[in-house]
């Protein structure tokens, strides 16, 4: 059985950071998709970073560009988020997903398995 584990999450002022890390367990994600997805209170699921664990490309969304970095450690079947320069908009629930399929990597209804989410509030 798939289970992805995130950690990490909690309240921070704007312009803090935080990491947040999905284990993987049951799955050996060194050659799949995995990615950190986020949704705040009345809005849409959103990608936030995508790694390819077996070439280590990463892909961003515009809106975190610079200040997030999505990085992996297949030794522990575990991906991490860094989260810097914080911004109020950045608080939601964080997800960690994988098992893409499809070809828009940054869309989230195109994974399989998923976490049972982080929460991230970043305050003013």
């Known amino acids: 059985q798939v289970q992805l584990v995130e950690s990490g999450g909690g309240s921070v002022q704007a312009g803090g950071s935080l990491r947040l890390s999905c284990a993987a367990f049951g799955y050996n994600p060194s050659s799949l998709y995995m990615g950190w997805f986020r949704q705040a209170p009345g809005k849409e699921r959103e990608g936030v970073a995508v790694i390819d664990t077996g070439g280590g490309i990463t892909y961003y969304a515009d809106s975190v560009k610079g200040r997030f970095t999505i990085s992996q450690d297949n030794a522990k079947n575990t991906v991490y988020l860094q989260m810097n320069s914080l911004k109020p908009e950045d608080t939601a629930m964080y997800y960690c997903?994988?098992?893409?399929?499809?070809?828009?990597?940054?869309?989230?209804?195109?994974?399989?398995?998923w976490g049972q989410g982080t929460q991230v509030t970043v305050s003013s």
């Open positions: 997903a994988a098992d893409f399929r499809g070809s828009e990597v940054l869309h989230w209804y195109l994974y399989k398995y």
